[in-house]
C-alpha cells in the first residue's frame, strides 16, 4: 500500500516511454498496451481510492527523501477519487480515439496521450509546489500536441493563443516558486501550511504576493476569466476524443487552488482574505461569460466550450467561499459537471461525422444517420448539463445554492446559477431542435452511423448513475470536505515528525 502513490504517475510514463522505444511496432500492439496501461492505472487508482476511504493519508517520499526535503507525493480522500476520475475518462477518451482512428493521423498519439494523462495525475497527487510546476509542463507539453493532432492550419490556429498563455502562466508560476522559496525556504505544501501562521511581519507582502501569483496560474489554467477567453475557440478546435480529456484540464487548475487555499491559507495573516472580494466577482463573470458563449455557438462544440466556462465559474465561487459546505458541493458538482461538458464533446464529433460537410453547426440539414440513438444521448447529457432534475447536476446546483455564498454574494450567488441553467437549457433546446428534431430531407444514401457508440454510450448514462448514487456520493463529498478543511492531519501525515522541521535562518 506505500507505494500506491506513485503508480498512476509511474504506469502511463512507463507506458509513454514503451511507446517511444516500440514506435515501429504494430499499430495493433501500440493501442493493446496504451489501453492496458489505462485499465492497470484504473485499477490501481480504485485500490489508493480504498486504502484511503477511511481518511488515510498516505504521503509517498520519492527516493526515500523524506519531506520537505524530497519530493512527496500524497494520497486523500480527494486526489485519489480524482485519479478514479481521471483513469475512467482516459479510458472513454482513448476508446474514442480509436474509433476514429484518430491514432493513424500521427505517429505519436499515444505517447502523448499517456504523458498527459500522467502530468494530470501528478498535478492530482503531488505534494509540493514546484514538483506541481513540473507536471503542469508535462500535461501542458502533451495537450499543445494532442491539440493540433491531424487537425491542420485550423487547430494550429487555435493552440497558439493556449501555448502562449501558458508560456506566460509557467513564467509566473517560476517567479511566484522563487519569491516563495526566498522567504518560507520551502516549497513542500504540508511544510508552507506549518510555516504560515509565523512569517515574519517583513516577510508578509512578498509572500501574499507570491501566493496571489499561485492563485493567478491556477485560476488561468482553470479558464477564469479573464484568463479563459482561450477556451471555446481551442477546445472546439480539437478532436473530439481529445477534448473529451481536455474537459478535466480546467479542473486541475481548480484542485491545485482548493488544496492551496484549504491546507496553507485558512487562518493565517499571509492567507488572511487573500481570495476575497475578488475571486468570487471573477468567479460570477467566468459563469456571464461562458452563458454568453454558448448563446452565441455556432456550433456544438462551441455549446460545450461555454459549459466548461460556466462549469469552472461555479467551482471558483465555491473555492472562495472557504467554507466546508461550499466545498462539499463543490466535490459533488466537479465529477458530474467533468462527465457532462466530456459526453458533450463527444457528441459533437459524432454529430460531426454523421453530417459530413455540415459537421457540427448548428444549421438545419438533411436527417443524420443514427440520429435515434444519437438523440437519446443528447437528451441525456442536455439535461445533465444544464443541471435539471432529476439528473445529478440538479442535485449538484442545490448544494451549491445551500453550501455556498454568503454575506452580498448570496443574491448574486443564486440568481446566476438559476439564470445559467435555464440559459443552458434554452440553448441546448434550440440545438436539439436544429440538430434533431426539425423537418428535413432524409439522410443521403450511403452514409454511416458514427463509431463513438460505446464511449459515447458511458458519458451519457454517467449523469442518471451518479443520480442514483447520490447519497453515497454527497457522504463522501462531505467526509472529503472535512479532511481538506483539517490540514492538521495532512501536516502531520506528510512531515511525519513531532519535533518540527529544522530550519536555516536566511541571512537579514
Known amino acids: 500500500m506505500t507505494h500506491l502513490p506513485v503508480l498512476p504517475v509511474l504506469v502511463p510514463m512507463a507506458a509513454a516511454a514503451a511507446l517511444l522505444l516500440g514506435r515501429n511496432a504494430a499499430l495493433g500492439m501500440r493501442r493493446a498496451l496504451s489501453a492496458l496501461a489505462l485499465a492497470a492505472g484504473l485499477g490501481v487508482s480504485l485500490g489508493l481510492a480504498i486504502a484511503c476511504a477511511d481518511g488515510t493519508v498516505i504521503p509517498y517520499a520519492l527516493g526515500g527523501w523524506r519531506a520537505p526535503y524530497g519530493i512527496v507525493l500524497v494520497a486523500d480522500r480527494l486526489s485519489a477519487a480524482l485519479v478514479v476520475l481521471l483513469f475512467t475518462l482516459a479510458l472513454i477518451a482513448l476508446a474514442a480515439a480509436l474509433a476514429q482512428e484518430l491514432d493513424t493521423r500521427g505517429r505519436h498519439f499515444h505517447p502523448l496521450f499517456q504523458l498527459q494523462v500522467a502530468g494530470i495525475a501528478g498535478a492530482f497527487l503531488t505534494g509540493d509546489v514546484f514538483n506541481l510546476f513540473v507536471f503542469f509542463e508535462i500535461l501542458l507539453i502533451a495537450s499543445y500536441a494532442l491539440l493540433v493532432h491531424g487537425g491542420g492550419r485550423p487547430a494550429v490556429e487555435a493552440a497558439l493563443p493556449y501555448v502562449v498563455l501558458n508560456l506566460v502562466g509557467s513564467a509566473l508560476f517560476l517567479v511566484a516558486l522563487g519569491l516563495l522559496y526566498g522567504t518560507l525556504g520551502t516549497l513542500n505544501l504540508a511544510d508552507i501550511a506549518d510555516i504560515l501562521p509565523d512569517v515574519p511581519p517583513q516577510d508578509l507582502g512578498l509572500v501574499r504576493v507570491a501566493l496571489v501569483s499561485l492563485a493567478v496560474v491556477f485560476l488561468l489554467k482553470a479558464a477564469v476569466v479573464p484568463m479563459g477567453f482561450w477556451l471555446p475557440h481551442t477546445y472546439a478546435a480539437a478532436a473530439a476524443p481529445v477534448a473529451v480529456l481536455f474537459a478535466l484540464l480546467t479542473k486541475v487548475g481548480i484542485v ?89 464533446f463527444l457528441l459533437a464529433g459524432a454529430v460531426a461525422l454523421a453530417r459530413g460537410d455540415l459537421a457540427d453547426r448548428l444549421v438545419r440539414g438533411p436527417a443524420m444517420a443514427g440520429a435515434g440513438p444519437l438523440g437519446v444521448a443528447f437528451v441525456l447529457l442536455a439535461v445533465a448539463a444544464a443541471g435539471l432534475p432529476p ?32 440559459a443552458g437549457a434554452l440553448v441546448l433546446a434550440r440545438a436539439g431542435s436544429v440538430l434533431f428534431w426539425e423537418p428535413r430531407e432524409p439522410a443521403p444514401p450511403g452514409r454511416a452511423l458514427p463509431r463513438l457508440g460505446a464511449p459515447l454510450g458511458v458519458l451519457a448514462v454517467a449523469s442518471p448513475l451518479l443520480t442514483l448514487a447520490a447519497a453515497p456520493a454527497a457522504a463522501w463529498a462531505r467526509a472529503t470536505a472535512e479532511q481538506l478543511h483539517d490540514p492538521a492531519t495532512y501536516v502531520s501525515a506528510v512531515l511525519g515528525r513531532e519535533e518540527g522541521v529544522v530550519r536555516e535562518r536566511r541571512p537579514g
Not at 462551441?302 to 472557504?322: E, I, K, M, P
Not at 447536476?393 to 453550501?403: N, P, Q, V
Open 391 to 422: 439528473l445529478a447536476g440538479f442535485l449538484g446546483k442545490l448544494m451549491l445554492l445551500e453550501g455556498a455564498g454568503q454575506g452580498g454574494w448570496r443574491w448574486a450567488w443564486w440568481a446566476l446559477l438559476l439564470l445559467s441553467g435555464l
Open 256 to 344: 491545485a487552488l482548493l488544496r492551496l487555499s484549504a491546507v496553507a491559507l485558512p487562518a493565517t495573516p499571509a492567507g488572511q482574505g487573500l481570495l476575497t472580494p475578488w475571486l468570487p466577482a471573477l468567479g460570477l463573470l467566468t459563469i456571464i461569460v461562458g452563458v454568453l458563449t454558448a448563446l452565441a455557438a455556432r456550433r456544438l462544440a462551441q455549446v460545450a466550450a461555454g459549459f466548461v466556462l460556466v462549469s469552472s465559474g461555479t467551482l471558483a465561487f465555491a473555492v472562495a467561499d472557504g467554507r466546508a459546505d461550499a466545498t462539499a458541493a463543490l466535490l459533488f458538482y466537479l465529477p458530474h459537471s467533468t462527465l457532462a461538458t466530456a459526453g458533450l
